[in-house]
């Protein structure tokens, strides 16, 4: 069975950075696609960025050069490079693959 547990989502101040992780068991992360999401207060759920079972990377635009989706292969985590965190960025952020989901975990950035 596939689990998948993000974490690493806390309070920061905008312009700082904070990298989220989420956790694979029941299959390894290389060999499949794997998303970040995110969800804001009131709003609908947005694909922020993804990586290909063959590397290939993908970005939302609003995220594009600030966030980086890195999977080293170690551990069997995926990771999200957040730079440049702005208050447009606090949202639930949510791991997924091939149809599973992680719980999420909360990003704010306020000052």
């Not at 050069?65 to 952020?93: C, H, K, W």
Request: aromatic share 10%; hydrophobic share 35%; charged share 15%.
């Amino acid at each position: 069975q596939v689990h998948l547990v993000e974490s690493g989502g806390k309070l920061v101040q905008p312009g700082e950075s904070l990298k989220l992780s989420c956790l694979v068991t029941g299959r390894p992360v290389n060999t499949w696609g794997m998303r970040w999401y995110r969800q804001a207060p009131g709003k609908e759920r947005e694909l922020v960025a993804q990586i290909t079972a063959a590397g290939s990377t993908n970005y939302a635009d609003s995220v594009k050069g600030r966030f980086t989706i890195l999977r080293p292969g170690a551990a069997n985590t995926v990771y999200l490079q957040m730079n440049s965190l702005t208050p447009e960025d606090t949202a639930v952020y949510y791991c997924h693959m091939d149809g599973f989901w992680g719980q999420g975990t909360q990003v704010t950035v306020s000052s």
